[in-house]
């Protein structure tokens, strides 16, 4: 009991103080409400310079939270596009800055029009935990070019980089530019009614619909950044030792705990089976060993673990085949260890054909005809991803066309999040809105329209008391 009410009184505290930052953020942004270009370069270059010297840091603070998490994935996946994300805004956000110019009607003139690019002011980052460090700082990347202030709200399952991520900003930035928040579900909570200038989240779809339901009370514009069942659709003729390695690298990274991982694979009937065997070859392949193999990635933490094997569980028991890709036959108890792991015979009954997977598990499902394929994909919930491998340009051009999904890649899985010059973003259960690079600028600005007039007032004629020749005139050249 005591130790219950000492937990409330923390998150209290908590809650509170993330209140007061709010407040002081929101009073600096009022003081100084348009950033200069250089002001904005010189953050962004510090904030490079705070990641590059906390690298090692922050690599060890993920491995620890993860149990075990491969330094060349975080290295590759977080730091890496983080540091690019930076570099990519850098050098043009002084272009992004300038206002637009615009047309103005000839019965209007003589006058200007242009739209200039205001920060919003406070951005609120509710960030997951599968890549702590990336989806902090892209988003924050993307705040700070716009010229808006930001607070992070770091996720309850990887605490250790939540310190090392708060330690690495509190030496950058004061915290009425950029603050981080911590603690467990209630400050979560709270933080998502905060009346944010725009809120930004990445994580579960269930958890999207709470976030955007507190927003709209006050009127907070959102980016939503879910996750869904992201397809991967075999054509009829592609090779298969192209599409299987090129799937197996983007589902085995993080030990499949990405959000546009490859959650299923449509494949034609007759190649079902000769494609699980060349996926269990590129496995086996990249990954020979696996429980002391430190390129491979654990699950996060015990719930998650037990919430995969249930799927396993359950898809064995509806009759599903498993094929663990495990060359040594190691032994894995006591591990978090889940090897990546084919379903064939699957069907929609099972809970991994049901729910987002987040994991090393890829079912195969047969198709008979590519309309077939699309179909099935259109009948369920927008993807944040879509994949299609096959050299067939007039196939690859309908999937384009005929699909939707938040992003797409052709002959690849999960690179499209790396391209800074490409919006990312979802679509329908997987998401609104994009960020990253000058997409992303403009969904944390305010595109505001200005038309502008001096000495000379060309539209006097159209004013009461209506009639004369003039207007007469008026009317003959723009009723037309």
């Excluded at 064939?344 to 195969?364: A, K, S």
């Excluded at 329209?449 to 539209?459: E, F, M, P, T």
């Amino acid at each position: 009991m005591v130790a219950d009410i000492a937990y409330i009184q923390e998150q209290q505290q908590s809650i509170s103080r993330m209140q007061q930052v709010f407040e002081t953020q929101r009073a600096a942004f009022r003081k100084a409400p348009m950033p200069s270009a250089d002001e904005r370069i010189q953050q962004l270059q510090a904030l490079k310079q705070g990641v590059l010297k906390h690298q090692q840091a922050l690599i060890e603070a993920i491995n620890d939270d993860f149990g075990r998490r491969s330094a060349d994935e975080t290295r590759l996946a977080e730091i890496m596009p983080s540091l690019e994300g930076i570099h990519y805004a850098s050098k043009r956000v002084r272009r992004w800055m300038k206002p637009s110019r615009r047309k103005v009607g000839l019965a209007f003139q003589p006058a200007k029009a242009q739209v200039v690019y205001q920060p919003l002011g406070v951005v609120g980052i509710i960030v997951p935990w599968n890549y702590p460090l990336f989806l902090a700082i892209g988003p924050l990347v993307t705040a700070l070019s716009a010229g808006n202030r930001a607070m992070i709200k770091m996720s309850e399952s990887t605490p250790r980089t939540a310190e090392v991520v708060t330690r690495m900003l509190g030496e950058i930035f004061s915290e009425e530019q950029v603050a981080v928040v911590t603690g467990e579900a209630d400050v979560g909570v709270a933080f998502s009614k905060l009346p944010f200038d725009h809120l930004l989240f990445t994580g579960a779809t269930s958890i999207g619909r709470h976030v955007m339901r507190a927003a709209a009370d006050n009127l907070t514009p959102v980016t939503l950044e879910l996750g869904g069942k992201s397809p991967a659709i075999i054509s009829a003729d592609v090779p298969l030792t192209d599409a299987a390695e090129r799937i197996a690298f983007g589902k085995a990274m993080n030990a499949g705990q990405t959000c546009v991982a490859p959650d299923y694979i449509l494949c034609p009937r007759s190649r079902v089976e000769e494609l699980a065997e060349t996926l269990h070859r590129s496995f086996t392949r990249m990954y020979p060993t696996l429980r002391d193999n430190a390129d491979f990635t654990q699950i996060v933490n015990p719930r998650q673990y037990q919430r995969l094997q249930g799927y396993l569980t359950d898809a064995a028991e509806k009759g599903a085949r498993i094929l663990p890709a495990n060359p040594a036959n190691e032994d894995l108890s006591g591990t978090r260890i889940i090897p990546p792991t084919l379903l064939l015979d699957v069907n929609d009954e099972m809970t991994v054909m049901r729910e987002e997977i987040f994991g090393p598990l890829l079912p195969i499902l047969p198709y008979d005809s590519l309309d077939s394929a699309l179909d099935y994909i259109a009948d369920r919930p927008r993807p944040l991803a879509l994949y299609y491998f096959g050299y067939n340009k007039v196939e690859q051009q309908r999937l384009m066309e005929q699909t939707h999904a938040g992003g797409m890649c052709v002959n690849d899985a999960v690179f499209h999040v790396a391209q800074d010059d490409m919006p990312f973003g979802g679509v329908g259960d997987s998401g609104m809105g994009h960020y990253h690079g000058y997409e992303g600028f403009l969904t944390m600005s305010k595109a505001k329209g200005v038309y502008i007039k001096q000495r000379y007032n060309g539209a006097k004629p159209i004013y009461p008391p209506y009639g004369g020749k003039l207007l007469n005139l008026v009317y003959k050249l723009f009723l037309r």
